[in-house]
């Protein structure tokens, strides 16, 4: 895989040649009292706290990007198709020239990995017009698959260290008529987490791979805090 950087860190290149990042939202309590900032709901807390949010960009492995401050926040989908996306069209590296998206549909010119909130079949429509790919879970999953659907499969995780996953992937048609492949990881509990995405080119283990490295940017936060 190749490398480029975007604001001074690597950011590691997919099979596609398309870079991957990582956008999460998360509460800042605050603890002055010169603003009246609105109200959030911060989980860690279980209370509705005067708070602002940061919407950190990171990469695979967790390193971050840059982070954009909101002390009203909008949320996630506005602020990811705002400010974070037109950002990321013109930092990130390496990026497919015009001629390459043209010869090629199923290219993009990089994926955006993000929580649960920001699921929205409109958002993922409007990012595929742009030529950019989307994964998230999929908050709507419906009944679970027949177990015999999923096979094993070995994951190579971002950190290097390789994970016997069983696995299924079918071809899924959101609330807006957009079709994207969902891929569903089958947990020992009985479990099934449910992943859709638009990238076309990834391979099944690449896709899981690509959505449970999340935890590289939660430890990440985590470690902040």
Known sequence: DRTGQV????VELGPDGAGTLYVDGHVRVYHGSKTLLPKHYVPRQRLCLRATTDYWVNAMDGAPFFVV??????GLLQVLEGEIIPRLECEVPNQPS???LADNPKLVKFIVVHAREGYSPQAMKRLAQKRIGSMTYHKHPGPDWPVEEFKPYTVK??????EEMKLAERATVLSNGLEVREVRHLETNGHQT???????LLT???IA????????QENF???MR
């Open 7 to 10: 604001g001074g860190k690597w």
């Open 69 to 74: 401050h909101r002390p009203v926040d909008p």
């Open 98 to 100: 015009a001629q390459a």
């Open 157 to 162: 995780m971002a950190n290097g260290n390789q």
């Open 194 to 200: 449910a992943i859709v995405t638009t990238a076309q």
């Open 204 to 206: 099944i283990q690449k």
């Open 209 to 216: 791979a690509t959505m449970f490295a999340r935890w590289s």
């Open 221 to 223: 936060l985590k470690y």
